[in-house]
């Protein structure tokens, strides 16, 4: 009798263990981030891979059952890491704008924040292609983006979560391209294509193949013409992202007049730190609108207190009543 109820709860325990290192092992999967605490947690992922026969052997457990039950629970958990297919990225930032057919569709937008945190760590690199050409101007035209070798057919993956805006072709232009609304308020470009790997209002994970890299468009060898934009106004890649190290900079970018300088080099990410106040002629600079991401757990309390303003002004400010459901990853106007 003793010994039955030993192996009942000893079974009870590897099933709670399993079950920690499924839940914690997919919310992992797809980050990017050297986060010393994401390796702090790899432990429990290695017992889940070391345990994994064990958890197949179906002996172990006494029913089927009840580990249906436990992975509702795991999905459960996914929730906020699962891309809600009917959501759209950014939507307040981007005033509910969302078509199918330009890279720059937002010339209406008027409440465009000044200062604006964009979250990088789930950064993927679209290609390893070296750097072939800088953004700034090029042959009396200005070149917004950065362009990477490529070789056609090679695979080109999305830089952050997100969902495909566009897919299109212009024969004077970028040729086959992609416009991606990424969760946290950039977009990316990817043009000179050679094919789609996904369709318009297909959502995206950080690194998941989007297309394939060609020489189409206006072209004169095959590339990848990667650009980030915000709003739909040019950012030099290089601001945000190292390219040499095929790392991002620093884990958040603050989007500030100064972005949308048109000055090219590699060097901008130093560039723009050391003249960062200076504005470059942003129309959107005379707003000074802030904003935040919900995490999970916030409520409009917590949210109004930790940012100065009552429940009532941030209701108002974002259109919403004090009822209104907070969604983790959208972002709310806080002053
Ligand atoms: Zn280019």
Not at 105 to 121: F, M
Not at 159 to 178: L, M, N
């Amino acid at each position: 009798m003793m010994k039955n109820q030993k192996v009942r709860f000893e079974l009870k325990k590897i099933k709670a263990i399993s079950l920690a290192a499924m839940l914690i092992a997919p919310l992992f999967a797809f980050s990017q981030t050297k986060d010393t605490k994401e390796n702090e947690k790899r432990p429990e992922v290695s017992y889940k891979q070391r345990h994994s026969r064990a958890i197949q052997n179906k002996d172990l457990y006494a029913d089927g059952i009840k580990i249906k039950k436990d992975l509702s629970l795991i999905d459960k958990a996914q929730e906020g890491r699962i891309l809600d297919e009917s959501e759209v990225p950014a939507d307040e930032l981007y005033g509910s704008i969302w078509n199918n057919r330009y890279v720059n569709t937002y010339g209406s937008i008027e409440n465009a924040p000044d200062n604006y945190s964009i979250d990088l760590k789930n950064f993927s690199m679209p290609t390893m292609g070296y750097v072939t050409s800088n953004y700034g101007p090029r042959r009396r035209r200005m070149h917004y983006g950065v362009d990477l070798k490529v070789h056609v057919g090679d695979t080109i993956y999305a830089a952050f979560d997100g969902k495909i805006r566009v897919c299109q072709y212009e024969r004077r232009g970028y040729g086959y391209y992609v416009v991606i609304r990424h969760h946290n308020g950039l977009e990316t470009v990817y043009g000179h294509l050679s094919g789609f790997l996904v369709s318009e209002d297909d959502v995206v994970k950080s690194g998941q193949p989007i297309g394939l890299g060609g020489n189409t468009g206006r072209s004169t060898g095959p590339h990848l013409h990667f650009e980030t934009r915000f709003l739909g106004k040019p950012i030099n890649p290089s601001q945000i992202i190292d390219f040499d190290n095929k790392i991002c900079h620093k884990d958040t970018y603050v989007v500030s007049p100064g972005s949308f300088s048109k000055s090219g080099s590699r060097n901008a990410y130093n560039l723009a730190r050391n003249s960062s106040k200076k504005s470059g002629g942003n129309k959107y600079a005379t707003k000074s609108s802030k904003y935040y991401k919900i995490k999970k757990g916030d409520t409009l309390a917590t949210i109004a207190r930790r940012h100065g303003v009552s429940v009532k002004k941030l209701c108002s400010m974002n259109n919403m009543n004090q009822k209104s459901t907070l969604r983790p990853g959208k972002s709310l106007k806080v002053s």
